[in-house]
């Protein structure tokens, strides 16, 4: 089974600063993707961005971007020029490649992020 | 831009009551899912659904949990008797055949009193 692990709680960042969350994981399948998706206080699920296991290049969306390591296990958020409306849970989450089908997404804990003014 | 849509937000049950909650999926997505956040806690997977049947369940989908399609649009999840430990925020999610994202519903606040 697949598990994900985010090992900070919680973590802040002052406004247009760089901040970086961690996230770790554990499996044995080779093809999957990963994602990072933010909840803020309304509590609804958004994508943040998407990384494909068998892309070495780490995916990038504007202000967000991944560290994606595969040997390692590790797949990183960096937020770059944070902004107050950045705060918010953050959740890891890892999916195995299914052939002829869509699989379940697999959360860690989360990361709670403040951005102070 | 296409969204899943989740009615209730939020509903309140008493305990051993039956409670349906309903979700609607984008329009050419072909899978379903539902998943549980208990408060404080992280998002857990409940159901999958193609083709008219469950794919694949997690042991929280237990026998008091159902969920059908009733009408090629609804997708719902049915708890018979609620329990106290059932209140959670549930989302519905859909993908479509080539799964880039999980598109998620805003969630239905389930409070079980």
């Known amino acids: 089974a697949q598990t994900v692990t985010q090992s900070q709680p919680e973590m802040s960042v002052q406004e247009a600063e760089t901040v970086t969350l961690s996230c770790t994981y554990d499996t044995s399948e080779s093809n999957y993707y990963l994602f990072w998706y933010k909840q803020p206080p309304s509590r609804q699920m958004i994508l943040v961005i998407r990384?494909?296991?068998?892309?070495?290049q780490n995916a990038t969306e504007n202000r967000f971007s991944v560290n994606f390591q595969k040997a390692a296990k590790s797949f990183s958020l960096k937020i770059s020029d944070s902004q107050l409306g950045d705060t918010a849970m953050y959740f890891c989450?890892?999916?195995?490649?299914?052939?002829?089908?869509?699989?379940?997404?697999?959360f860690g804990k989360g990361t709670k992020l403040t951005v102070n003014p | 831009e296409p969204e899943v849509t989740q009615t209730p937000s939020h509903q309140v049950t008493q305990m051993g009551q039956e409670v349906i909650l309903r979700c609607v999926p984008i329009?050419?997505?072909?899978?379903f899912y539902w998943y549980r956040q208990i408060l404080g806690q992280k998002v857990e997977f409940l159901v999958s659904f193609y083709n008219n049947e469950i794919s694949e369940k997690s042991e929280i989908f237990d026998d008091q949990f159902s969920v059908e399609r009733p009408d090629g649009s609804n997708f719902t999840l049915k708890i018979r008797s609620t329990k106290l430990e059932d209140s959670a925020m549930y989302f519905c999610a859909s993908s479509d055949l080539g799964f880039t994202e999980a598109f998620f519903g805003q969630g239905t606040r389930l409070t079980v009193v």
């Open positions: 989450a890892f999916m195995k490649l299914a052939q002829g089908g869509s699989e379940k997404l697999v």
């Open positions: 990384q494909e296991a068998y892309k070495q």
């Open positions: 329009s050419n997505h072909l899978y």
